[in-house]
C-alpha cells in the first residue's frame, strides 16, 4: 500500500500544481503517477495491473517529449 499512497500523493501535487499554474506540460506527468498508482493498486500479477503500467511507460515518454525544447528551423 505504500508506493499506491506515494503515487496518489504526486497525483494530488501535480493536479495542484495543474490547477495553480495552468500548464498543459504537467498533464502526461499527472496521468503517469495515475496510472502508477492504478498499476500498483491492481498488482503486478493482474492483467490491468500490467496494461495501467505500460500505459504510465507511455505517458512518461509524452511527458519527457512535453517538456523537451523545441528547436527552431532556420
Known amino acids: ?3 499506491v499512497a506515494f503515487f496518489v ?3 494530488v501535487v501535480t493536479l495542484l500544481q495543474l490547477l495553480r499554474l495552468r500548464d498543459r506540460r504537467a498533464l502526461p506527468l499527472l496521468a503517469m503517477f495515475a496510472l ?3 498499476g500498483h493498486f491492481r498488482g503486478a500479477g ?3 495491473g500490467r496494461l495501467f503500467h505500460f500505459g504510465a511507460g ?3 515518454l509524452a511527458a519527457l517529449v512535453a517538456v523537451s525544447p ?3 528551423a532556420r
Open 1 to 3: 500500500m505504500g508506493l
Open 9 to 11: 500523493a504526486a497525483t
Open 36 to 38: 502508477l498508482a492504478l
Open 46 to 48: 493482474d492483467g490491468w
Open 58 to 60: 507511455a505517458a512518461g
Open 70 to 72: 523545441r528547436h527552431v
